[in-house]
């Protein structure tokens, strides 16, 4: 127990603590008062460095005083730090706006520039800094000083300080919040700080043995929490993000999304990965199956950690699906009909979610998984309800992968595709549509739309990083390429090397007759020989040169002056090599020595096996054998064209829909779907509007009429006389009258009249056919009076039998009928065509119909 005189001691003190901060209130409260303290600081360090030097010519008491000095100018300057904090920046973008324009960022600058600012100090001064830069004004102005540098600094001093280490990762993701600021914080070295903030002690190899959630104390976890939000702004650009990935970033996050964690630090770590999977790239999709996070997403995607978690887990997956490799990973955690059902809820808000899903129609292991969910009648929803969407042409990409599955078409048809279809190839028709590049570059625009369609149409599946491409070529040329293994037995076979040890595969042989033409390779010197039998030194190829005709030299002299005159050639073109894409079979002729003009027709030509042999036998060192050189190739397009794999043209807009309905035609009774007014009338347009109609469109129309499935539903509906009217007579040619601007060339129209005159004679050859004559014939006895209507308009284009045509329209009253219907309507069409127009093309088909009949 204490004494009455010891507890009146202890309370003095205290009261007069309490008098002094009484006092101090109103200086505090004055701004100007607190910069002015704040700017003391490299005052209060000049004297007390001062007072050091000269502390051999003073006395004890001068010491004391100036170190009095010190500690209240120190004590004013944490005053006016904790008033700014508590007081002068706390109540809104006034208070801080109003904090920056008196000039209050510069001496806070140069107070966190100090080497010897304490720990104290720091924290305060950089929660002021983190909290001003939550405006925009003020995060400009920090960078015009150079703040961020500043921070970056204090960061690397304090790399064992946790609290300093919080603040600072808070005002860093503060001032990457602008895109100036994200590129100054990786140029001045932030990210690897930041990763350093990830880490644990000691550091775990995998998330499986992740530390418990007791070790971590709360300023780590804060810590930890501050370093992933600002992770989450500093990959704001694909740039970044491929350099968070490469010091990496996500298995360092990964970590923390497992629920030994808190939940705050396992949805800022969630939210900081969905960023880093935004636009996956390969190397995303590599350090993502590396960290092993998949699982863990796919527990949280299921619901497992609430539904904010759920959220940002099914849209990190999402992400994940721009990647082939990674799409049959996420299927397998059972996400896609959680896809399905976020489209469901808001189409036009859950843009990622239906990307998603179309992405995952082009495994057949999640095609199945899609269609067993309902995910058909999402896509056709989708289609039928926001036809304008950016994302209307991937749903349409994601309905040809179905092209092959029977059930899926037939669903697909009930659904009501087939409208969809056409009515999407008319507006591309109508106008002039985009090509295929132009599409894209639109599309990966800024917008927050747009941003969903990157990648996503340039190729059918994403292909890997450049480096990673030299590598797979150097190993499979380390292995020997097929192609190439198929050249050298071929050459054997031929009797045009005596041993396979006699050709080595050139450095970038693959490349000759296995790459794509798309790819490219790093250049590489270029030198007239490709191959030499015999010889084991390894041949060159200039990249330029892929693709080319080859011709192959086989000589054999006694000196190496008269080979030439003595030589004999052979031409062996890619597509006459077993192996090569297009391999066919080879005529053999013998060609002279010369060259051929690269316009002639290329044979290969092979000597007798037993008489090459022979010469190869007898050959010396000094003798010149077969060399490989390359003609120049014919000029192609500088434009990479893209060819999807479902379809050998050239992929445009309306590629897509015609594929499906080409795949629709093939069905043995097509008639439903794709032989009614509408749809055949959507395709003549096509044909006739768009500036170079696709040839899959020509042999459509050509499948159709040769079914006889569809003859008696193309006569119901009068497709027969428009075929006439459309591409035989050209409806914007009769009469004179040009309708529409002409986008098509002479060519292109001839094309679309031989069409049109084949279509009518694959009609008539039906027509003319016992079974179409019963057609004809039950038309026009049990047929309504529309179908008798078109049935007489048809007749003379597609029948020439003079017996059938007199009973059909003159014995039982069809030409009768049909005239006193159009009749019935003339009235009506003069009205609205000044030209008379209608009278001549209805009295077209009579008056072929009375000279044949006569």
């Not at 995998?206 to 530390?211: M, Q, V």
Request: charged share 20%; glycine share 6%.
């Amino acid at each position: 127990m204490s004494t009455p005189l010891e507890q009146g001691v202890k309370r003095h003190p205290k009261s007069s603590n309490s008098t002094s901060e009484a006092s101090a209130t109103v200086p505090e409260s004055s701004l100007t008062w607190c910069l002015a303290q704040l700017s003391k600081t490299r005052t209060l360090a000049d004297s007390h460095s001062s007072g050091l030097t000269g502390a051999d010519n003073k006395s004890i008491t001068e010491g004391d005083k100036a170190r009095d000095a010190d500690k209240r100018l120190k004590a004013g300057q944490w005053r006016a730090l904790l008033a700014i904090r508590m007081q002068h920046i706390k109540g809104g973008s006034s208070r801080i706006a109003r904090y920056q324009s008196r000039g209050g960022l510069p001496p806070l600058l140069d107070l966190l520039r100090r080497p010897e600012c304490s720990r104290k100090f720091l924290d305060l001064a950089l929660s002021i800094l983190a909290n001003c830069c939550t405006e925009k004004q003020t995060r400009l102005e920090v960078r015009k000083l150079d703040g961020v540098s500043v921070v970056v600094d204090v960061l690397k001093r304090n790399v064992s300080a946790e609290t300093v280490q919080n603040r600072a990762a808070r005002a860093l993701g503060n001032l990457a919040m602008d895109p100036e600021g994200s590129a100054e914080v990786h140029s001045a070295g932030g990210v690897p700080l930041l990763l350093l903030c990830l880490s644990l002690s000691p550091h775990p190899s995998s998330p499986s043995s992740l530390t418990p959630a007791p070790e971590l104390c709360a300023p780590k976890v804060e810590c930890v929490q501050s370093a992933a939000r600002a992770l989450v702004y500093l990959s704001d650009t694909p740039a970044n993000r491929l350099l968070l990935l490469s010091q990496g970033a996500l298995p360092s996050l990964a970590l923390f999304i497992a629920p030994e964690f808190p939940l705050g630090l396992r949805r800022a770590s969630l939210r900081a990965i969905h960023e880093l999977t935004r636009g996956c790239s390969a190397e995303c999709a590599r350090e993502m199956s590396r960290s092993g996070a998949l699982t863990q997403l796919g527990l949280l995607a299921s619901g497992e950690g609430g539904r904010p978690l759920e959220e940002l887990a099914l849209k990190t997956l999402a992400n994940l699906c721009s990647q082939g490799c990674l799409r049959p990973l996420v299927g397998s955690l059972g996400v896609i009909q959680k896809f399905a059902e976020e489209v469901k809820k808001d189409p036009l808000k859950s843009g990622v979610f239906f990307k998603a899903l179309c992405l995952c129609c082009r495994e057949a292991v999640n095609r199945a998984k899609v269609k067993e969910i309902g995910g058909l009648e999402v896509l056709i929803s989708f289609l039928s309800a926001h036809q304008n969407h950016p994302l209307t042409r991937l749903a349409f990409l994601a309905c040809v992968d179905f092209v092959y599955d029977e059930s899926a078409l037939e669903q697909l048809q009930e659904l009501g595709l087939v409208p969809l279809l056409i009515k999407r190839l008319v507006e591309l028709a109508h106008g002039e549509e985009p090509t295929a590049g132009r599409m894209d570059a639109s599309l990966s625009s800024s917008s927050p739309c747009s941003e969903l369609m990157t990648s996503c149409f340039d190729s059918f599946d994403f292909s890997a990083l450049e480096g990673n491409k030299r590598e797979d070529v150097s190993k499979d040329q380390t292995s020997g390429s097929s192609s190439f293994l198929s050249l050298r037995s071929w050459l054997v076979s031929e009797g045009l090397i005596s041993s396979e040890g006699e050709l080595t595969e050139s450095p970038c042989g693959s490349d000759v007759f296995g790459g794509s033409p798309q790819s490219s390779i790093s250049p590489s010197p270029p030198c007239s020989e490709f191959l030499q039998i015999s010889t084991l030194r390894p041949p060159h190829l200039s990249p330029s040169t892929r693709f080319k005709p080859i011709r192959l030299y086989s000589s054999s002299s006694s000196s190496s002056s008269s080979s030439s005159s003595s030589s004999s050639s052979t031409s062996v073109s890619p597509r006459n090599v077993p192996g090569s894409p297009s391999c066919s079979q080879s005529s053999c002729t013998s060609t002279p020595q010369s060259e051929q003009p690269s316009s002639s027709p290329l044979q290969i030509s092979s000597p007798p096996r037993k008489r090459l042999r022979a010469s190869s036998s007898s050959s010396t060192c000094s003798s010149r054998y077969s060399v490989v050189t390359l003609d120049s190739p014919p000029v192609m397009s500088k434009t990479p064209v893209y060819h999807h794999p479902y379809h050998p043209e050239a992929w445009a807009p309306e590629s897509p829909i015609l594929l499906l309905l080409s795949r629709f035609s093939h069905a043995s009774d097509p008639c439903t779907a794709l032989v009614n007014t509408n749809v055949f009338s959507g395709l003549l347009y096509y044909l006739t509007q768009h500036h170079d109609p696709s040839g899959r469109c020509f042999r459509m129309l050509g499948r159709l009429s040769c079914n006889p499935n569809c003859f008696q539903a193309l006569v119901r509906t009068g497709a027969v006389a428009l075929i006439r009217q459309r591409l035989c007579v050209r409806e914007d040619e009769i009469g004179g009258r040009n309708v529409g601007p002409d986008r098509q060339s002479e060519k292109v129209k001839g094309k679309i009249t031989q069409l049109g005159l084949a279509l009518l004679s694959n009609l008539r050859v039906q027509s003319e056919s016992g079974f179409g004559t019963g057609v004809l014939t039950h038309i026009m006895l049990s047929g309504s009076e529309s179908d008798k209507l078109y049935c007489v308009l048809s007749l003379p284009l597609i029948n020439s039998n003079r017996v059938l045509l007199k009973k059909l329209l003159l014995d039982s009253g069809g030409l009768a009928a049909a005239l006193e219907l159009i009749g019935s309507h003339r009235e009506e069409d003069d009205d609205g065509d000044e030209d008379g127009q209608s009278d001549r093309f209805c009295c077209q088909v009579p008056r072929r119909t009375e000279r044949i009949v006569a």
